[in-house]
T-cell receptor, first 111, second 113 residues
Framework: SQQGEEDPQALSIQEGENATMNCSYK?????LQWYRQNSGRGLVHLIL???NEREKHSGRLRVTLDTSKKSSSLLITASRAADTASYFC???????????WGAGTKLIIKP | KAGVTQTPRYLIKTRGQQVTLSCSPI?????VSWYQQTPGQGLQFLFE???????NKGNFPGRFSGRQFSNSRSEMNVSTLELGDSALYLC????????????FGEGSRLTVL
């Protein structure tokens, strides 16, 4: 079953602009992860944020986590054409080794 | 360090046939998960193996099965193929016991005619 819900489903912006994607989930979590998938390829891990963390950075990526609202956001700054991909959030719980995935946000960066 | 390797990358089968997909995880990783990805259903969890034991199973019919060998390589099998089984099948390995970072292969694209 899908726990995470990404918002928006699709996003199209100009190169150089910032892109923000959101993820909401329903149950308590141990960690939340973001992955990128280029068309028809495997997923690539971007960043993991634990439930006791509020913000995390990795290069041009910034992830925030609000456990009270059960939501997370992924910000990509200064977007590039190579950032065009689908982005998925996934949540993990201590009691279960299975990650629960959202439906993904399709991001298109226009040159 | 070699990544996760999935074979075959592409295959075409007809309804009623069976298929076996293979996944070689990153060296040292003992957890292997399988996912089915379709445009309509998104990423659906099939099952996860750790040290040759199935720890978790998704909500798929019994036609979908898997196993893991002592060297952590894993296979999944789909019997009596249906048109709806056409999908990208992704394998991911992890070195952690808890749900940590997953390393994905490029997937096996199955088309059922």
């Amino acid at each position: 079953s899908q726990q995470g819900e990404e918002d928006p489903q699709a996003l199209s912006i100009q190169e150089g602009e910032n892109a923000t994607m959101n993820c909401s989930y329903k149950t308590s979590i141990n960690n939340l992860q973001w992955y990128r998938q280029n068309s028809g390829r495997g997923l690539v891990h971007l960043i993991l944020i634990r439930s006791n963390e509020r913000e995390k950075h990795s290069g041009r990526l910034r992830v925030t986590l609000d456990t009270s609202k059960k939501s997370s956001s992924l910000l990509i700054t200064a977007s590039r054409a190579a950032d065009t991909a689908s982005y998925f959030c996934a949540t993990g719980r201590d009691s279960n080794y299975q990650l629960i995935w959202g439906a993904g946000t399709k991001l298109i960066i226009k040159p | 360090k070699a990544g996760v390797t999935q074979t075959p990358r592409y295959l075409i089968k007809t309804r009623g046939q069976q298929v076996t997909l293979s996944c070689s995880p990153i060296s040292g990783h003992r957890s292997v998960s399988w996912y089915q990805q379709t445009p309509g259903q998104g990423l659906q969890f099939l099952f996860e193996y750790f040290s040759e034991t199935q720890r978790n199973k998704g909500n798929f019919p019994g036609r979908f099965s898997g196993r893991q060998f002592s060297n952590s390589r894993s296979e999944m099998n789909v019997s009596t193929l249906e048109l709806g089984d056409s999908a990208l099948y992704l394998c991911a390995s992890s070195g952690q016991g808890a749900p940590g970072e997953l390393f994905f292969g490029e997937g096996s694209r199955l088309t059922v005619l």
